[in-house]
């Protein structure tokens, strides 16, 4: 007796491969998600390949080691935080209207991206020599030149103090969006970074310009 033929059933799609570029892309994103769950020192491949829905094995089909998924998250960090940059700047507008628009960018980025000075700073803190430390200097030593060179078109326009110390100014541009994550984390769920950058840049401003008599 033959068997009926079962008309209803689904097709059985085959599985879509990822390309190899793609794959690297959602390996990076899951290292930065993680970091905002848990200290960078404690992610696990595994739990990169679990977060991305691969076996172990899989992950390490397009990374030689771990260090090289390291090497590309710090890889995406410098391009991410480089476009930002570039996209506030290349808006135009007077040096401080850039510096504010980069300064609200920035608090933008590292709000949707929780992860990011986690894995920055956690770096930064670790004994010198490390690879990756390199790396991380490199990326923060970027982003500080670049605000120093808007403070320094700002004093050229008349819109900063001639005397205003340059390296201090993009010292305290970045520890405040330092402070507004630690706030972020301490109080999370109850702390909105971008509608306290509206508040605390101004107070910026003044601390650059000065008490004026």
């Known amino acids: ?26 390996t990076v994103e899951a290292v930065i998600d993680l970091a905002s769950e848990h200290s960078p020192e404690g992610i696990t491949t595994q739990a990169i390949a679990t977060r991305i829905g691969v076996t172990h094995g899989a992950l390490f089909r397009h990374f030689p080691d771990k260090a090289a998924i390291w090497r590309s998250v710090f890889d995406w960090l410098g391009i991410r935080l480089g476009r930002v940059a570039d996209a506030a700047i290349a808006t135009g507008g007077t040096p401080l209207q850039v510096l504010e628009r980069l300064f609200h960018a920035q608090v933008a980025f590292v709000s949707d991206h929780p992860g990011v000075p986690r ?24 982003y500080r030149e670049r605000i120093k060179t808007l403070i ?62």
Request: avoid cysteine.
């Open 119 to 142: 894995i920055l700073f956690h770096e930064l803190q670790r004994p010198s020599g490390s690879p990756l430390q390199g790396l991380a200097r490199t990326i923060v030593g970027g």
């Open 152 to 213: 320094h078109r700002a004093k050229d326009a008349g819109e900063l103090p001639t005397g205003l110390d340059e390296d201090t100014a993009a010292i305290l541009f970045i520890g405040t969006i330092q402070g507004l994550v630690v706030q972020s984390t301490l109080f999370a769920g109850a702390f909105d970074m971008r509608e306290a950058a509206q508040r605390i840049f101004p107070l910026l401003l003044d601390g650059y310009r000065g008490v004026k008599s």
């Open 1 to 26: 007796m033959t068997a009926a033929p079962i008309l209803n059933a689904p097709p059985v799609e085959p599985r879509q491969r990822q390309s190899a570029e793609t794959r690297r892309e959602e």
